[in-house]
Structure formats: C-alpha cells, structure tokens
T-cell receptor, first 115, second 113 residues
C-alpha cells in the first residue's frame, strides 16, 4: 500500500525553464508535506515543506503547491539550473502516536536539467 | 554546526552475519529515525528513538533492531543478514519529532554477499 506516489520516474527540462514535480497521496491523515533532494551516495537534503493549512509555500526558486481535495502536491522550480539535477522525493507525515519520526516517502523523480 | 554522522560509510558482509551501524545526531537533537533505501522499495521507515525509547517501528522483521544511548547516539543492528538486506541505511535526527525538521546523514551502504 503505497500512500505517497510520484508517478513520473524522470523529468528532463532545459536550463532556465520551469520544472514541475508531482506527488499524490492517499492517507487523509497526512498534515505535513516535505520535498527532499538527493544525490547518489548522499542522504536526502530538505528543500521545502508545507502544512495542510496552507495551499502554497515559496522559498526562492522553489514553490510547493498543495491541493488537499485532490490529495496532490507539486514542486515548482523556476528557473531550473543544471545544479538542480538530482532525485527529488516527496514525503508526508502527520502528528499522532503511530507517526513519531516517520516520514512516508514517494519513490522519487529523477530531474535532469540540460544546459 | 556538525551534521548527522553515520559510520561506517561502506560495509560488506556475508550472508548469515550480523552488522551494527552507528549514527551520531546533530548536537541537541533527541529524536533519531532510521530508514532503508533500496531501488525497489524506495525509502522505508525502520524505527524512531527519542530519549533512549523506541517510539515507533516500521514493518521490518525482528532481525532489525536498534537502540539509543543517553547522549542520543543511536545504533541499528541487523542479525542473520540476507542478500535482500543490501541497501543504503539512512539516519535522520531532529530536536523532537513534532517539528518535522529532520536532517539526514549520508548513510551507510551495506552490501551482503
């Protein structure tokens, strides 16, 4: 039972254009969502997060949008840079007794930004 | 400040052996979580410790265990290793799991042969 899904295994964009990474979830108890970026042989690095009480959060070139009714979130990167090339993971969590320390991750999307 | 430190970075073990991995969290962080990353299953939650107590556990067999010490350092142990245990094991720490501010280490790459 995969509660967080990233249906696009890979995405390729040109430098300077927008990258849009998508994520769907099924567990309506999730109330906090995060995006992580990961390079091979390294741990995930936190990028940006959003609480379920918001529908948008921005941080520099990164914006996350949350559509609770559709159980969908997306990460927009504008403009995309070659250094953004990495695997991007969507993760979700909620506050409750069975969720201590637990992030539920999607399978990841490999982003490649071409110069 | 220093990040989350995991040792060793790489490890090769034989089927049937046991292994212990170590994680030193960021100073002041009391929550430590462990994850297994494999190509087929992605990042899977193993367990979480806070103040030396296991508060949460994922769906892994009893061969996977862990502990946390009074200085918040954590270890995880895998006994009777199987080929399928080959993975990147990641540790993450947070001041407290209520703030979702988890910082990950670089991981330990375990290969079982």
């Amino acid at each position: 039972d995969q509660q967080v899904k990233q249906n696009s295994p890979s995405l390729s964009v040109q430098e300077g254009r927008i990258s849009i990474l998508n994520c769907d979830y099924t567990n309506s108890m999730f109330d906090y969502f995060l995006w992580y970026k990961k390079y091979p042989a390294e741990g995930p690095t936190f990028l940006i997060s959003i609480s379920s009480i918001k529908d948008k959060n921005e941080d520099g070139r990164f914006t996350v949008f949350l559509n609770k009714s559709a159980k969908h979130l997306s990460l927009h990167i504008v403009p995309s840079q070659p250094g953004d090339s990495a695997v991007y993971f969507c993760a979700a969590s909620y506050w409750g007794g069975t969720s201590y320390g637990k992030l539920t991750f999607g399978q990841g999307t490999i982003l490649t930004v071409h110069p | 400040k220093a990040g989350v430190t995991q040792t060793p970075r790489y490890l090769i073990k034989t089927r049937g052996q046991q292994v212990t991995l170590s994680c030193s969290p960021i100073s002041g962080h009391r929550s430590v979580s462990w994850y297994q990353q494999t190509p087929g299953q992605g990042l899977q939650f193993l367990f979480e410790y806070f103040s030396e107590t296991q508060r949460n556990k994922g769906n892994f067999p009893g061969r996977f265990s862990g502990r946390q010490f009074s200085n918040s350092r954590s270890e995880m142990n895998v006994s009777t290793l199987e080929l399928g245990d080959s993975a990147l094991y990641l540790c993450a720490s947070s001041v407290d799991s209520t703030n979702y501010g988890y910082t990950f280490g670089s991981g330990t790459r375990l290969t079982v042969v």
